[in-house]
């Protein structure tokens, strides 16, 4: 099996995989209030899961929307890093819409696949985004079908994701559960007293400062 | 701030992330600081947002259930779109028998 094969094979399983959780982003969206307009557009136009999430828990909290774009937009900035290390296997050319697809699984596909990055990266990019976006507007608009959503239990979807993305970190990294650790007591200390959004960014802040230290 | 700002600036704002990244001169890379920001800062976000989400607007035993159930389906390597089914089903099923 030639090189590119296998990269195509895998950018499609984890392209289709993880689009599927475009049904937890839509439902866990509208649940939190925003409209189904609102939840595709962020996922047509935001496209990285870990910030759509953020935004989204904000705006359940009823909370200020200021830190909410701000804390999505420092979950973001993990794409820009990415892009650093893929800029070299990437077209220039393409590079208006190219940016549009680096993220978390794109890159961790073109890492896996030196030999095949750039079939692997569009790969994922293409099945990714067209499973993503498709289940995000289904999950949607039968969210917003439903009276309370949250009978379904689709507010604890939210946390969830984050601890499934979190997860890899916390088992391998002893250094990241203390950093994990910390931001739990930060946030939750924070909480009664600022409005909402702000404590998370208060956590990340935290982690900021062991970085100096 | 209305909410379609919010959806608007979060769009604009982590599409130029991704772009800047392609972009920028990849001797940033070699920076240690640049490294360690981006992978510390989204734990600590990640872990933040999971405590205020799951407890921020007090404790609620069908919620931390569902979460107790998707750290089981983590331990048992259950893949990513499973754990979450496992959280909404435990946490729905408890809301709707009451217990």
Redesign the interface.
């Known amino acids: 099996m030639s090189a590119r094969h296998d990269a195509v094979r895998a950018g499609l399983g984890v392209g289709l ?2 689009g ?2 475009g ?2 982003f839509g439902a866990a969206a509208v649940t939190a ?3 189904v307009a ?1 939840a595709c ?2 996922s047509l ?4 899961g ?6 989204a ?1 904000v ?3 009823g909370g200020a ?2 830190p ?2 701000a ?18 296997v ?1 077209p220039a050319r393409l ?2 819409l ?6 978390d699984e794109t890159s961790a596909v073109a890492f896996a696949h030196p030999g095949a990055a750039r079939a692997g990266f569009y790969t994922t990019f293409a099945a990714l985004y067209v499973t993503w976006n498709l289940t995000t507007f289904l999950a949607a608009v039968g969210a917003s079908a439903v009276a309370d959503p ?18 890899p ?1 916390l088992k391998e990294s002893p250094e ?1 559960r203390k ?6 007591v ?3 200390a924070a ?1 009664p007293f600022l409005p ?1 959004g702000v ?2 960014l ?3 802040a ?3 400062a ?2 100096v230290r | 701030m209305s909410l379609w700002w919010a959806v608007i600036a979060t769009c604009v704002g982590c599409y130029l992330l991704k772009y800047a990244g392609l972009a920028a001169p990849r001797k940033l890379l070699d920076h240690p600081g640049v490294r360690r920001f981006a992978t510390v800062v989204p734990v600590a976000l990640l872990a933040a947002l999971i405590a205020v989400q799951s407890f921020g607007q007090g404790f609620d035993w069908p919620r931390t259930a569902g979460l107790g159930a998707a750290v089981v389906a983590l331990l048992l390597r259950a893949p990513f779109l499973l754990v979450l089914v496992v959280a909404a089903l435990v946490t729905g099923l408890l809301r709707i028998t009451g217990m």
């Open positions: 995989a993880v599927v959780s049904l937890a209030g925003l409209s609102q557009a962020l136009f935001a496209f990285t870990a910030s759509q999430f953020a935004l828990g705006v359940a909290g929307l200021v909410g774009v804390g999505a937009l420092l979950l973001g900035a993990r794409n820009g890093l990415y892009g650093l290390r893929l800029a070299s990437l590079r208006v190219t940016a549009h697809g680096v993220i949250s009978v379904f239990g689709l507010d604890a979807v939210g946390p969830a994701t984050f601890l499934a993305l979190l997860w970190r990241d950093v994990a650790l910390a931001g739990v930060i946030a939750l909480t909402p404590p998370v208060l956590a990340a935290g982690a900021l062991v970085l």
